[in-house]
C-alpha cells in the first residue's frame, strides 16, 4: 500500500516561511503527477501546486510568485516552499499524487497556521 506522508507544517507569523515535505512510500515515477491540495476551516479543498515526472508545475493564481513545488526523485519527496505567508493561507496542506491509471493516493495533511 502506497503511503505519502506530509511533514514540515506548523505556526507561522505573517510573511514568514515553511517548507513542508511529502514521501512516498514507493517510487515517485510510478506516478505521473504529484501536488499539494490545502483545505481552510469550513471550505472546500483546493489546488495548490502540481510537478509532473517532467517537472512541468502549475500554480493556483494566489499562491504565484510565493509558493514554490519541487521534487527530488532519489528522496522520493516532494517540497512546497512557502513565501511571504500570509493569514489566509493558513490551512491542513495535503500531498497528492496521481498514476498513469487514474489511481490517487492522499496523504493525511499537515496544519500550517499564519498568524501574528
Known amino acids: 500500500q502506497v503511503q505519502l506522508v506530509e511533514s514540515g507544517g506548523g505556526l507561522v507569523q505573517p510573511g514568514g516561511s515553511l517548507r513542508l515535505s511529502c514521501v512516498t512510500s514507493?517510487?515517485?515515477?510510478?506516478?505521473?503527477?504529484m501536488g499539494w491540495y490545502r483545505q481552510a476551516p469550513g471550505k472546500q479543498r483546493e489546488l495548490v501546486a502540481t510537478?509532473?515526472?517532467?517537472?512541468?508545475?502549475n500554480y493556483d493564481d494566489s499562491v504565484k510568485g510565493r509558493f514554490t513545488i519541487s521534487r527530488e526523485n532519489a528522496k522520493n519527496t516532494v517540497y512546497l516552499q512557502m513565501n511571504s505567508l500570509k493569514p489566509e493561507d493558513t490551512a491542513v496542506y495535503y500531498c497528492?499524487?496521481?498514476?498513469?491509471?487514474?489511481?490517487?493516493?492522499w496523504g493525511k495533511g499537515t496544519l500550517v497556521t499564519v498568524s501574528s
Open positions: 514507493a517510487s515517485m515515477f510510478s506516478f505521473n503527477i
Open positions: 497528492h499524487a496521481r498514476n498513469y491509471y487514474g489511481i490517487e493516493k
Open positions: 510537478i509532473t515526472n517532467s517537472k512541468t508545475t
